[in-house]
């Protein structure tokens, strides 16, 4: 059975050392954000628990930073620019392609439109030394020793999964934006149409049947509105709970009514549940 090769790497063990790193990214990231926020945060884009950009990172580790092992120096500047210049272009890819930042160093020093900074550019020089000296190796080894069949079995099963996994996120996202794109444009008119009904009725009385059918369609534009509002709370909510600190130039003022939205259906379930157990108690 062949195993074609990358970078004198079979593809098979490049593509399980993606899947392997991915996850193991996604436990550190996970097991930070919950020690941080004091609950579960799944952290991660896709529905599965892995990183993606973890996988990738430490791929590029593995290609480029290993030849450079016997020079220290010259290994940790590469590594420090080469993961820095990563994590830049995804956070410039995702704010591009939705208009949403998923994290911002913003609130750090020497940072750069708060995609990276200085602080975790440099972690990341020290994480690529742990990874090629200490961790690589090790997983390398476990990984030799599974015969090629069974490495393309867990290669057909993982990619297969994998892109299941994608396409559904790409789904939701896409339709996550469609919505806050309309819940935008819909916003917007109901601004202007909340100015134009009450400049009626404020200034031209003789217009007031003229009036309250514009106040009647502004109803009509408030239900809609509050309709959109609904799904894009429910469309956006695993991000939303992923990402506690999403921000967006453009959709700023509709992520905070989203988020408000949110908040009120949850503080009524949880008047509910406590009624409920009231009503047990009796």
């Not at 790409?170 to 444009?185: S, W, Y």
């Amino acid at each position: 059975m062949m195993d074609p090769k990358l970078f004198g790497i079979p593809v098979t063990l490049i593509f399980l050392y993606f899947i392997t790193y991915s996850f193991l990214g996604w436990c550190v990231e996970t097991a930070y954000c919950c020690m941080v926020e004091h609950r579960w945060v799944s952290r991660g884009f896709l529905f599965g628990p892995i990183c993606p950009i973890y996988g990738v990172g430490i791929l590029l580790m593995i290609f480029f930073f290993a030849p450079l092992a016997d020079h220290l120096i010259l290994f940790y500047v590469t590594a420090t620019v080469v993961m820095s210049a990563w994590e830049y272009l995804v956070a410039w890819f995702l704010e591009t392609t939705t208009q949403i930042k998923y994290w911002d160093y913003s609130d750090k020093p020497f940072n750069l439109k708060g995609r990276i900074c200085l602080q975790i550019s440099l972690c990341w020089g020290f994480l690529s030394y742990i990874t090629i000296f200490l961790i690589h190796p090790r997983i390398a080894g476990l990984f030799a020793l599974i015969p090629l069949w069974v490495r393309y079995s867990l290669f057909g099963a993982a990619f297969s999964l994998l892109m299941v996994d994608t396409i559904t996120t790409i789904r939701q996202l896409a339709l996550t934006t469609q919505l806050m794109k309309k819940l935008e444009a819909l916003g917007q008119e109901l601004t202007l149409q909340k100015s134009s009904v009450k400049t009626q009725l404020d200034a031209v009385t003789e217009r007031i049947q003229g009036a309250v059918r514009e106040k009647d369609a502004l109803v009509s534009l408030k239900e809609r509105y509050d309709t959109l509002l609904g799904m894009a709370e429910r469309q956006s909510r695993r991000f939303r709970n992923r990402y506690t600190h999403l921000r967006s130039d453009r959709f700023g003022h509709r992520i905070s009514e989203i988020t408000n939205r949110g908040n009120e259906l949850r503080a009524k379930l949880q008047a509910a549940r406590q009624q409920r157990k009231a009503t047990r108690k009796r």
